[in-house]
Structures are given as structure tokens and as C-alpha cells.
């Protein structure tokens, strides 16, 4: 059946293989393209590893909508501001925002095309090899688990401000001074003192929104609408009241900090719009895919982007940028602004949007992870299906306690910076993979594979058009890396003005010759299924350079944590290929039931 062929087989291989066998299997698994399968065809009857098809384009928009529109103006709109880009925030969002409609496109077209539960992890699995797509998963789950943390850590504090209480009154400080009479400035210096501030709300919101995914996406669906309605509501208001008294003067000096400000705001509220994706991992569940998905993904980047720029113009309107509250900056906007009646409204219509944001981000992680499972990547126990929910409710619970565990002791600074930069990852991965899948031959095609009928790289011209895109893609992240490496030297003063500038004109000039070389290649694989990426191969290039640059707007520190968690998630892939080849744990899923071809390392 397909969870067999997906790698999650009962039965266990009779022989253990050598060492070397062992490692030349995982070099070649580790290359192979895995061609999708969709689990639960809509023409098939149910099995019991099956997700339910209940959610159509209007649950899909407002799970977006839910998704997106917590996580950013009600959390990071005021860090963004206050730190970064002052009143140029705007423009920081409208960065963020145009990098992620570049790559909802691709998003939606990889959606359309494999309509399964797993986003990033199974479009990069398709075009560069499972390596690649494990590596995405793995940092697509990091971001599922941290921008759920964070939210939840944002939840908190605007319990807190709805009971007129400070926004940390609800923490509990461990191993520092405590929170006496409502001070709170001790708590802005946890990372000096060794204290650790508990967040014990967090916790239990995540725990209760766990509890309602396990039991029905429909029913989920049915949840979000009615909370994402009620922080709608709450933002007309906040546009409405807040917009009579604006001052223009707060919006002087417009961006205090420079272009590097607002990039750098950008990198940091591109965490944002992360809601989008997650419409992808819910594929599977989708009556109509083709129809349903554009709706859902680029529907609500558009309403969210809109809002944003609304809401933006607002907060730096009503408060001066180095005044603004950076853990609840709208409730604390409208008190100092005398209009501390609005402060409970504002304070409910947040936690309504919080709350759907961190459904939105608890509902991907165990669909990603159970599509993982299917693959032998991960143990069987994460691809269960509950019989009666439908739901992956292993797979929930998991990811329920370790984004608890997380909500109770992490501040949402470092949390928002290291999701950032590993959603920029996947969304660059993402668009070079659409060069990829149209221009080389699918994975998996007869013509693919080598006399003896084992996937590998042969003479003929189908390997060498899989090459010549794949090639040309490696190549344009490359050119992409050294501008954003060059600009990045240029504004911290280092090898003068002249090297940088000559190193970053030669990388623009690489990426543009690459991208242009695309239209010497054949197109093979031409979208079939209801919407279509407009302006390849330039639209999913520019997601690629804005990723790119994005990346290098943050800081090393996140550099560094993306690098070692990247490196700790290469070594398990290489243990656990290793180990399991040498016991046979993965012949199922890469004997006959594995449909791949070698290609992209």
C-alpha cells in the first residue's frame, strides 16, 4: 500500500549489508529524488494511515489569514520598530511581504502539482535529493516549533495587559530578582543576571490548542474562522481609533537606522509571514488542491501584506519609535495615548490572533513530521493516524510538548531571529527548486535510470538536462551568497569600499547570466493542475536573491546557531543511513516501492 511505499513497511529485511555497502547506499539515497505520492487520492477509499480531505478554499484563507496576521503585528511589529528600522517599518514589511509573495507563487504551483502533507521538505526531496529535503524538513520543523513558541510567549503578555497587569506580570522569574509591585525592569536584563523568567501560560495555551487539533480538522477549521473573525474586528477597530490620532511628527526621522535598518527589520518580521506556508503542509486534506491552495496561499499573503501596512503606519503614528513597547506595543500605544478603554479590546483582539497563529503553526509540525515518518526518515510511531480523527495524533502530541517545553523557558527575541533565518533557507530552497522541477526530466522516469534498472547517472540526454539545471541552480544560490556576503562586508567598513563594491557588481552580473541561461534549456515539466508560476525562471530567482540577502541582514550570532543546527541534522541524517543500512531498516523505502533518481547533490 502507500504507507509501505512511502517506507513505513512492516516487514524487516533478512540480511545486514557492510559498512562500505552501507555508505555507498546512503550516498545514493542521499542524492536520489523521491517522486511524491499522494497518500489519500481523492478517488481512493480511506485507509487507516489516511488524512481527511474536510478542509476547502475558505477554511484554507482564514487558516492563512489566522496564521499569518498573529504572528507579526501583535509580537514583532514593536521589536522591529523600537531596534531596528523606526517608522521605516513599513517598508520592512513591505520587503518581507513582497519576498513572500515571490515565494507563495512557487509554493502554490509545488502545491498544486503534489498535493501531500510535507511542504518544503517534499518539494526539495523532488528536485535535489532527499539530503536536501531532509534538511529542509528538519529547519521547517524548527520553524513550525519556534514561531509557535513565540506566539505563545506573545499570548502571555497580552493576558497580562488585558487585566491591566505589566506584560511580564504573568512570568515567574527562576534564579534572579523577582517581579515586585509590577517592576519590570529587571526582567529586561534576564541575560545578565542568569535569571529565567517561566512562562507557565504559554505552556497550557499550547497544550489546549493541541488538544483541539488532535480532535478533527474540521472542526479546527471551524474554531479558527469564529477567533481569526473576532481579531479581524478588533484590527478595523485599532485602524479606526488608532488613525484619529496619529501624529505625523512620530514619523521623523522616517528610518533613523538607514537601508541596513529597515533590511534588518525585514529579516526579523519576515518571521511574519510564516502562516502561509503551513497552508501547504495541509495539502493532503484539500477537496480540490488546484482550486483551493492558490486561495488559501496567496490569498492570504495579500489581505495580511494589506493589513500589515495599515497597522504599521498606525503604532509609529500614535508612539514615538524608541517609545514603543516591544512585547505588546499596541495595548501599551493606546494607554499612554490616554485611551486606556481601548486597551482591553486591543489586548482580546490580539489574543484572538495569537491564538490562530499558534494553531496555524501547531497544525504543520506533525504533518511534516508523519510525512517524514512515511519516508523511513523518522520512526514509524510519527506517521500514525488516529482512526477516528483522522489526524496525525502521534505526531500532535510531540509537537505539543516540545513547543510547550520551549514557551516556558525561551525569550522571544532569540526565538524570532533563529526561525527567521531558517524560514529564509527553506523559502530560497523552495524557489531554486521550481528551476529544477521545470526544466529537468521528472524524478523517477525510466529513462532515468541505468541498464541494470538502479537509479544513477547515465550518458544519455536526460541526465544531462537534470544536470544542466541543476547545475544552474547551485550556481545562481552561489552568486546570490557572495552579493549578500559583499554587501554585508561593505556596510560593517571591511576591505574598504572598492573590494566589496567590485566582488558584489561581479556576483549581481553571475546571477543574472545564470538566470538567463535557463531559456537555453528545455521545459519538461510544464504545471498540469490549476495554477502556474507567471515569469519563470526571473520570479523564482528573485525569491532566491531576497532570501538570500535577507539572511545576511541578521546578525552572526544567527548565522552561527543556523550552522550548527544545520551541521547536527547532517550528522543525524549520516548515522542514521548508516546504522539502518548496515540492520536494513531502509530497504523497504528504497527498494521497489522507492520511485528516485540520482541527482543534485
Given at each position: ?511 543574472v547570466c545564470v538566470t538567463a541561461s535557463f531559456h537555453l534549456l528545455e521545459r519538461r515539466n510544464e504545471p498540469t493542475k490549476g495554477f502556474k508560476t507567471p515569469f519563470v525562471p526571473y520570479v523564482p530567482a528573485l525569491g532566491v536573491a531576497a532570501c538570500t540577502q535577507l539572511v545576511f541582514s541578521l ?42 533518481a540520482v541527482g543534485g547533490a
Amino acid at each position: 500500500d502507500n504507507l509501505a511505499h512511502r517506507g513505513v513497511g512492516e516487514g524487516m529485511p533478512a540480511r545486514a549489508i557492510s559498512a562500505r555497502d552501507a555508505a555507498s547506499r546512503l550516498l545514493r539515497r542521499a542524492t536520489a529524488r523521491r517522486l511524491p505520492v499522494d497518500h489519500a487520492p481523492p478517488s481512493s477509499p480511506p485507509s487507516p494511515s489516511s488524512l481527511r480531505k474536510d478542509l476547502d478554499a475558505r477554511d484554507l484563507l482564514m487558516l492563512g489569514v489566522g496564521g499569518v496576521i498573529g504572528g507579526g503585528v501583535f509580537v514583532l511589529t514593536g521589536a522591529a520598530a523600537h531596534d531596528h528600522a523606526g517608522p521605516a517599518v513599513l517598508i520592512s514589511y513591505l520587503v518581507a511581504s513582497a519576498t513572500s509573495a515571490v515565494t507563495g507563487l512557487c509554493y502554490t504551483e509545488f502545491a498544486c502539482e503534489a498535493p501531500v502533507a510535507g511542504s518544503s521538505y517534499v518539494y526539495v526531496s523532488m528536485c535535489f535529493g532527499e539530503f536536501a529535503g531532509f534538511l529542509c524538513g528538519c529547519n521547517l520543523g524548527l520553524e513550525l516549533t519556534i514561531s509557535a513558541a513565540a506566539v505563545a510567549r506573545g499570548w502571555t503578555s497580552y493576558v497580562a495587559t488585558l487585566f491591566r497587569a505589566p506584560p511580564d506580570a504573568l512570568r515567574v522569574r527562576v534564579g534572579g530578582p523577582s517581579l515586585r509591585g509590577g517592576d519590570t525592569s529587571d526582567y529586561a536584563s534576564d541575560a545578565s543576571s542568569g535569571g529565567v523568567a517561566l512562562d507557565l501560560p504559554a505552556a497550557f495555551v499550547v497544550a489546549f490548542i493541541t488538544c483541539v487539533l488532535v480532535c478533527g480538522m474540521k472542526d479546527t477549521a471551524r474554531f479558527n474562522t469564529v477567533v481569526t473573525a473576532v481579531s479581524l474586528a478588533v484590527i478595523a477597530f485599532v485602524l479606526i481609533a488608532g488613525g484619529a490620532v496619529v501624529d505625523a511628527d512620530n514619523w521623523r526621522p522616517f528610518a533613523p537606522n538607514g537601508v541596513d535598518g529597515v533590511l534588518t527589520g525585514a529579516s526579523v518580521v519576515f518571521f511574519s509571514f510564516v502562516g502561509f506556508d503551513t497552508v501547504a503542509t495541509c495539502a493532503e486534506e484539500c477537496a480540490d488542491p488546484g482550486r483551493d491552495l492558490p486561495v488559501g496561499i496567496l490569498g492570504s499573503l495579500g489581505v495580511c501584506a494589506a493589513l500589515y501596512a495599515a497597522m504599521c503606519l498606525v503604532v509609529t503614528g500614535m508612539t514615538p519609535y524608541s517609545d514603543i513597547d516591544v512585547e505588546a506595543p499596541f495595548a501599551v500605544a493606546f494607554k499612554t495615548r490616554g485611551m486606556g478603554w481601548a486597551e482591553s479590546v486591543i489586548s482580546l483582539g490580539a489574543l484572538a490572533a495569537i491564538t490562530t497563529a499558534l494553531l496555524s503553526s501547531l497544525m504543520g509540525q506533525p504533518r511534516v513530521y508523519m510525512v517524514m515518518a512515511r519516508d523511513g526518515l523518522l520512526p514509524k510511531w510519527f506517521a500514525k493516524v488516529h482512526p477516528r480523527f483522522g489526524t496525525p495524533a502521534n505526531a500532535s502530541a510531540f509537537t505539543g510538548v516540545t513547543t510547550g517545553a520551549l514557551a516556558l523557558v525561551v525569550d522571544i527575541e532569540t526565538l524570532a531571529e533563529l526561525v527567521s533565518i531558517g524560514t529564509l533557507a527553506v523559502f530560497g530552497s523552495v524557489c531554486a527548486s521550481l528551476l529544477v522541477w521545470r526544466h529537468a526530466p521528472p524524478p523517477g522516469a525510466a529513462d532515468e535510470r541505468d541498464a541494470d534498472g538502479t537509479s544513477g547517472y547515465g550518458t544519455n540526454g536526460e541526465n544531462g538536462a537534470r544536470f544542466a539545471a541543476t547545475t544552474r541552480a547551485l550556481a545562481l544560490v552561489a552568486s546570490c551568497v557572495a552579493f549578500g556576503a559583499s554587501h554585508r562586508a561593505w556596510s560593517l567598513g571591511y576591505g574598504g569600499n572598492v573590494l566589496p563594491t567590485l566582488c558584489a557588481v561581479a556576483s549581481a552580473i553571475c546571477a543574472v547570466c545564470v538566470t538567463a541561461s535557463f531559456h537555453l534549456l528545455e521545459r519538461r515539466n510544464e504545471p498540469t493542475k490549476g495554477f502556474k508560476t507567471p515569469f519563470v525562471p526571473y520570479v523564482p530567482a528573485l525569491g532566491v536573491a531576497a532570501c538570500t540577502q535577507l539572511v545576511f541582514s541578521l546578525g552572526p550570532p544567527a548565522w552561527v546557531r543556523f550552522g550548527a543546527y544545520t551541521a547536527l541534522c547532517a550528522g543525524f541524517y549520516a548515522v542514521r543511513g548508516l546504522v539502518g543500512d548496515r540492520l536494513g531498516w531502509w530497504e523497504d523505502s528504497f527498494g521497489d516501492g522507492f520511485d528516485s533518481a540520482v541527482g543534485g547533490a
